[in-house]
């Protein structure tokens, strides 16, 4: 698929989603007001366990009945089980189970995939798993909105808009006396049906996507999107922080790469985030003159790639921004040192600034056009090793400015 077409169906996405937004008067959801629609683990993981989980009836005997109406309508057949139990991200040595069902003596693995993509190997290691603990490796369910089936080993595939939905309306039928509950399933269905088109979808010759599954595809191909994308920029960081060797030097202003490094969760979060923080590489600044506050060198990704020398207080697990003062940093000899800790510099590749945003992935000037190998989503070592060369000479830069050096 070329640029054009990924855009134009981007777009198409886009005006989909605008056709069904959350409108107060006639269209109120939980999931849409939170913008929880499309979150794997915090929204659908965390509710399905929430309705399927057993509980502790009124009665002070065991509840399962929701479970046991989930696992007949995947064809897990239990009705008179003695024991069923449900456990949510259940870590193994084979990964992180989204799912680990126990029936009396047997055990079944239910993956929930929305639009992400699977790891490497991921259902052949899950089906090791259940056979080294002794249950049959067919006893894994590949679950997503509708019809993806898994490209890493045998599952038995299942998904929102079928399986989930049935057993979530006879749930609602079941518990019909429990209105509130009830509502917040329904509230539930709906999102599945927005997820899948079964709603409602355009129908407009000019738009191109045409159906349910066109819907389903496009949101697929995004999250694979932003897979590619969180990876580049991980390798981007690791390859970076080797080229500047752990720290850099400007006339006896030497750092050490501090603690912080380029920030796991914010990479991770990047792309997918809405209240993102922002990857980065510091280092602390060895300098001998007496500061309120510790001085840091950023090399840090907002939508754009910037560096620049600010003042922070560590705190536990991070760093802390302070508010810079002309007369606290008076033994910095400059009047209005503070200017230069605000107007940091970004950083340039062939005159132009690379650019992170999402928005600007097919753009010619965009962050991968940039920096990966033609035709690959491979770092170009060398654009790497000229945005180090740049960084090492801007540090010059900002360190005369700073500390008021004679070049």
Request: with cysteine.
């Amino acid at each position: 698929m070329d640029d054009f077409q990924f855009s134009a169906l981007l777009k198409s996405a886009e005006i989909y989603r605008n056709n069904h937004k959350f409108r107060p008067l006639d269209d109120i959801n939980l999931f849409s007001i939170l913008s929880m629609e499309n979150k794997e683990v915090s929204a659908h993981s965390a509710f399905l366990y929430y309705i399927l989980k057993p509980f502790e009836s009124e009665n002070n005997e065991i509840d399962d009945k929701n479970l046991k109406i989930f696992l007949n309508e995947i064809g897990v057949f239990c009705d008179n089980a003695s024991c069923l139990e449900i456990q949510r991200e259940v870590w193994t040595n084979y990964g992180r189970l989204d799912y680990l069902i126990t029936v009396d003596e047997n055990q079944y693995v239910v993956e929930l995939k929305i639009w992400a993509g699977e790891q490497p190997d991921q259902i052949n290691r899950y089906q090791r798993y259940l056979k080294d603990a002794g249950f049959s490796s067919k006893n894994i369910f590949y679950l997503t909105p509708d019809t993806r089936q898994s490209c890493t080993g045998i599952s038995n595939n299942i998904t929102l808009k079928k399986h989930v939905k049935n057993a979530l309306q006879s749930i609602i039928d079941l518990r019909k006396n429990k209105k509130d509950y009830c509502l917040i399933i329904q509230q539930y269905i709906k999102i599945i049906d927005k997820l899948t088109g079964a709603d409602r979808f355009m129908a407009t010759e000019d738009y191109i996507l045409k159906s349910a599954n066109d819907i389903i595809a496009v949101n697929t191909l995004v999250c694979q999107q932003r897979e590619i994308l969180t990876n580049i920029m991980r390798e981007f960081f690791i390859v970076l922080q080797k080229e500047l060797q752990n720290g850099l030097e400007y006339k006896g202003f030497k750092t050490t790469l501090s603690i912080y490094e380029y920030g796991k969760e914010a990479i991770e979060n990047y792309y997918t985030g809405k209240n993102r923080t922002w990857p980065a590489l510091v280092f602390k600044i060895e300098s001998k003159l007496a500061c309120d506050y510790e001085l840091y060198f950023f090399v840090e990704i907002e939508n754009n790639l910037y560096i620049g020398i600010s003042p922070r207080n560590r705190v536990e697990n991070g760093l802390e921004i302070v508010s810079t003062k002309g007369d606290k940093y008076k033994n910095l000899k400059g009047k209005r040192v503070t200017d230069v800790f605000l107007d940091w510099d970004y950083v340039k590749l062939d005159s132009k600034y690379i650019d992170f945003s999402l928005k600007n992935i097919a753009s010619e000037n965009s962050f991968i056009r940039q920096l990966l190998i033609s035709g690959t989503t491979k770092l170009n070592p060398d654009k790497v090793h000229g945005i180090a060369e740049f960084i090492k000479f801007k540090y010059g830069e900002l360190c005369s400015a700073v500390f008021k050096l004679n070049n």
